[in-house]
């Protein structure tokens, strides 16, 4: 799948399943001289304003990078510029139950991607799920995209940096069977998914 099919199925999702939601593809960014584009951006109001800020990498995203150094790099400084800039900035809020923004970095579930992933699991998985931008707390996600060919409320993502590594029982618990992850992960070598300890 190309990035561009990913956004489209992205950005439906938002506008089908967040009624109260502002999507935008290719947002642009610039802080302190830093400048950037993100994938797609959302701003929820759930009532308070939650932003999702997601990068998505497909087979050539993955096979273009030096490597998964590379991808966390261009990640973090999506994390670490986007809403430094004035026309992005989170405000704290009072009696905010939850982060003010979720970054996601959503692969394409395809064998690419799925043995990119696997072989830099230990990187992708030391991603820390919590953080902030100034004072108002944040979350940080690395996942596989899921349900790409159901309706676009359905599409969800798989992480594998929360309490489910990739590789884990409880990550291939989560997969969801017939799925194009679940292909995915069939086409790819058993002794990369599921390495010997």
Known sequence: ?????????VFAHYETAHERSDVRLEEPYDAEGRQG???????????????????????????????????????????????ADSTHRLEPKL?????GARYLLLFAPTPTCVYHVATNRTLYGSVDVAG???EVPTER????LTGLDGDPETLGYLSVNGDAPFGSAAFHDAVPEGSRLAESLRRVDDDVIDPPS
């Open 132 to 134: 902030a931008a100034g």
């Open 95 to 99: 009696g905010r139950s939850g982060p």
């Open 1 to 9: 799948m190309r990035e561009d099919e990913l956004a489209t199925r």
């Open 141 to 144: 996600t690395v996942a596989f």
């Open 37 to 83: 584009v993100v994938d797609v951006y959302v701003r929820l109001r759930t009532p308070q304003p939650v932003d999702h800020v997601v990068e998505l990498k497909s087979d050539s995203a993955v096979r273009r990078a030096t490597g998964a150094n590379e991808v966390l790099r261009q990640f973090r400084r999506m994390e670490r510029y986007f809403h």
